[in-house]
């Protein structure tokens, strides 16, 4: 197997840094956008998290399009900060509305996971999804059962 020269080990915030928890602040950012949005967040979870710190902040929300990824990386980063994360998901549908999820506790969270993954795998009319797009419509979204807040936002031009 050959060497992986060409690969960077993974940024994470060092323990010895020594934050400090921030009292609670009057204002938090929800829905931030990780460099998993492709072409649409650039940031990744060290330079969130720190940011934030800095800024006073004693939560961030992570919320990136239509998947959960970046949501692991900015958990592991918060906790090393001492903020709390909250992880959510923005749900943009095929007519362009854009929801924030926010799962409220576990089975909330499979159920989103659900949903993401039956738009990744099949598009509107049933058939096998095309790599890298999620199709979701306001029907599955209002099929899902309660336990995750939202907040709606106008389609995007």
């Given at each position: 197997m050959p060497e992986n020269d060409h690969q960077h080990p993974k940024r994470t915030l060092a323990e010895e840094n020594d934050f400090q928890p921030n009292p609670r602040a009057p204002f938090v950012e929800l829905g931030l956008a990780t460099c998993f949005s492709f072409l649409r967040g650039a940031s990744d979870a060290v330079d969130l998290v720190t940011t934030a710190s800095a800024l006073g902040y004693d939560a961030i929300g992570v919320a990136?399009?239509?998947?959960?990824?970046?949501?692991?990386?900015?958990?592991?980063?918060?906790?090393?900060?001492?903020?709390?994360?909250?992880?959510?998901?923005?749900?943009?549908?095929?007519?362009?509305?854009?929801?924030?999820?926010?799962?409220?506790?576990?089975?909330?969270?499979?159920?989103?996971?659900?949903?993401?993954?039956?738009?990744?795998?099949?598009?509107?009319?049933?058939?096998?999804?095309?790599?890298?797009?999620?199709?979701l419509t306001l029907d599955d979204l209002a099929a899902q059962p309660r336990g995750c807040s939202s907040s709606s936002s106008r389609p995007m031009t």
């Open positions: 990136d399009r239509n998947t959960l990824a970046g949501v692991v990386r900015v958990h592991a980063e918060a906790r090393t900060a001492k903020l709390r994360p909250v992880i959510g998901c923005r749900l943009v549908l095929l007519t362009g509305e854009e929801f924030l999820a926010y799962p409220r506790d576990r089975a909330a969270y499979g159920r989103l996971s659900r949903l993401l993954s039956k738009g990744k795998m099949r598009d509107a009319e049933g058939d096998w999804q095309r790599k890298g797009h999620c199709d």
